[in-house]
């Protein structure tokens, strides 16, 4: 097994579920003089017979069909951050819409050199020996939506440790590339576009560097503070405009903003992190994402405020407020 995953691989059988053929494994598909050729199972062949977007009750679990277009909850896109198989596909939220999942709808790709070698002289199909890289798209399955995400990354072929029904080998996929990218963060609508685009960079660089992703992030503080009025510039004593550092802003801006100010702080020592350090993690990078959205939320999102007023409002009326129509 490589990667956090159990790899299971797709069936050297073909079977036609709805309207969608079910090839073979990649191992099965390229002959030893191709390096390249379709992974993944799904390959349409006909006009669907049933629609994407919602599931039949009978192929759904109980407690996912009482939610929105019948499908179970989206996961975090640090599902993303493992080696992935088909079979075991994390449904990580649409970064369109935020409210669909996205599924596989095709993967493709090409052995490296060393492995097209291998497969030439030896006919190797074994497992843990076949290496090189993929792309495809994933399906946002909200009808409404139907965004096509496209997807790039590293590929293996591995021992199943799964299920046994799926064979002994199969086709695990690493992710190094989304677009449009995944959100890191719920940013409140009142969030300035400044600091939204530096987190929408972050988000575009997140699997191919992740230090370069730390780097961006602490750029949204920067850019935080200065909408919020904090100079970025003083003069010295010679009489010269110096840049203040960003320790130096935060503080200021802690004089009236102390709590959010610790979580700013925590966000800038992630991104030094990632400028002096460059084994830093996806998953490290989505703590600070975190830690910045709770800063954010805590200045631009005003729901917690709202509620509390109407709480106030009704304790004080006893019950709800009589309205004035």
Known sequence: MVGSRQATIASPATNVTAGYSWALPTSARLSPSGRCGVFGRRQTTATPTVARGPLADTERPEWARALPYG?????????FDAWL?????PRVACPTCGDGGLGVE????????????LVAKYDVTGPEELTGTFSGHLRCDNPSCDELVTVAGD??????????KWGSFGDIYRIRYVNPPLQM???PSAT????????EVASSVLWNSPASSAGRLRQGVEELLTVRGIKRFVVNKHGKQQRLALDSRIAIFGKTHSEVAETLLAVKWIGNNGAHDNTLTIDQVLVGAEILEAAIRALYDKTEAQLKSKVKAINKAKGLPKSKS
Request: aromatic share 4%; hydrophobic share 40%; with cysteine.
């Open 155 to 164: 590929w293996q072929l591995v021992v199943n440790e799964g299920d046994p």
């Open 71 to 79: 499908r179970p909850m989206a996961k975090h896109i640090r599902e």
């Open 192 to 199: 300035p576009a400044s600091v939204r685009n530096a987190i």
């Open 85 to 89: 198989d088909e079979h075991d596909w």
């Open 106 to 117: 095709n993967l493709s790709g090409c052995r490296d050199a060393p492995s097209a070698k």
């Open 185 to 187: 963060m719920a940013l």
